[in-house]
Each structure stands twice: as C-alpha cells, then as structure tokens.
C-alpha cells in the first residue's frame, strides 16, 4: 500500500525549532518530487516547501523562507522539515505530500494524514 | 505569485443537485491546475488535476474543466459522500498556491 505517514510534531514554545519525519512506504520514493503543506486550524491549505526527486532543488513559501529547511533520505525513505524560529502563525497540522508528474503535468496525489504543530508558550 | 480565488466560498445543496465550484486564477495557468475534496480531521483527496482529467477511482460524477484563468469543477448529482471542503491548486509555477477553499453543506 502506497503510504505516507508524518511524525514528530507537538507543543513548542515560540523561537523553539522542531522536526518533522515523513515516512514512505509501498512506492520508489527515490522517484518523487515531495512537498510539505500545512493547515492552520479552521483554515485553508497552505503550501509550505517542494524538494526535487534527489534534492537538489528546493522552493519555499515567503513565509517560512529562511526558517524552515526540507530535505530527505532517499536511503530511508524519508522527508524532513526541520523548523526552528518558531512563531504563533506556524501552528497547523502539517502534511507530507507526493508530487507526482507526467512531463509538466503535476498534483499531489498522495498525502499523509498530518502531524500537528503548536507554537504557544 | 499567483492567487487563486474560489467561489463560492460556502455552497448549501441537496443530495441529487448538480453543484458547480468555480477557480480563478491571477493569471493564466493554461491547465495545471487541480482540485481536491477535504473531509473533517482528514487529509485531501486528489480528485482532478491537469484541469480535467480524473484521478483513478474518483466517481464520474465529478469532472472538471477549463484553462487559463478561469476553472470549474462540477458534481453532476450530489451525494451524502460528496459534503466536504473543495480546494484548486495551481502548479504552473512555485509558489503551489490553493485557493481558498469552498465549503459544501447540506440544505
């Protein structure tokens, strides 16, 4: 079964980093472009970062540039984001998603079920 | 960047109406664009992308439509499965922006 299941988030004041794990599973995640997307409660999806099958292309969202940094292991079939400068306004469940495409037709097919990050002191 | 605007942003229907949800975008984006349904404390579900292409396994009675700036994504007969949250996505160009949401409610 293709899977995706994120962990590592929980309660950290503000300044205080933290790290979130994407694990993957039932597909060659060696293959795949991976995004990180997050959601503040009650509100809507907010793309957070984008690595590149081996790395060596990373995006991030204005609001996080500088803050948060993607990676992966491709030997552990894993995605990070290591968060550190926390603020109140990054307190979301925070998604790991499949960037699948064909030529330059994309979407994020597969989606983990999230982890929740919550900044207060 | 590109902004992507939703409407309507709340929708009240009745189980067998036909709904459409509308995507705008802040410039073209000729078809890179995808929709996905949320269900409370749940992830997405990819259900179209390249505008109107289905994802495997998605009902027929979903289907979707348009490009450059102006997309639709139509539910032929609701079903009690179908009330949810529906989000467009465009992925022409980074940063991958979502519009803001279209929350489906029964009448």
């Known amino acids: 079964e293709v899977q995706l299941v994120e962990s590592g988030g929980g309660l950290v004041q503000p300044g205080g980093s933290l790290r979130l794990s994407c694990a993957a599973s039932?597909?060659?995640?060696?293959?795949?472009?991976m995004n990180w997307v997050r959601q503040a409660p009650g509100k809507g999806l907010e793309w957070v970062s984008y690595i590149s099958s081996s790395g060596s292309t990373i995006y991030y969202a204005d609001s996080v540039k500088g803050r948060f940094t993607i990676s992966r292991d491709n030997a552990k079939n894993s995605l990070y984001l290591q968060m550190n400068s926390l603020r109140a306004e990054d307190t979301a469940v925070y998604y790991c998603?499949?960037?699948?495409?064909?030529?330059?037709?994309?979407?994020?097919?597969?989606w983990g079920q999230g982890t929740m990050v919550t900044v207060s002191s | 960047d590109i902004q992507l605007t939703q409407s309507p942003s709340f929708l009240s229907a009745s189980v067998g109406d036909r709904v459409t949800i509308t995507c705008r975008a802040s410039?073209?984006?000729?078809?890179?664009l995808a929709w996905y349904q949320q269900k409370p404390g749940k992830a997405p579900k990819l259900l179209i992308y390249?505008?109107?292409t289905l994802q495997s396994g998605v009902p027929s009675r979903f289907s979707g439509s348009g490009s450059g700036t102006e997309f639709t994504l139509t539910i032929s007969s609701l079903q009690p499965e179908d009330f949810a949250t529906y989000y467009c996505?465009?992925?022409?160009?980074?940063?991958?922006?979502f519009g803001q949401g279209t929350k489906l409610e029964i009448k």
């Open positions: 410039q073209g984006i000729s078809s890179y």
């Open positions: 998603a499949r960037h699948a495409c064909a030529g330059r037709i994309c979407a994020f097919d597969i």
């Open positions: 039932g597909f060659t995640f060696s293959s795949y472009e």
């Open positions: 996505q465009q992925l022409n160009s980074y940063p991958r922006s």
């Open positions: 390249a505008a109107s």
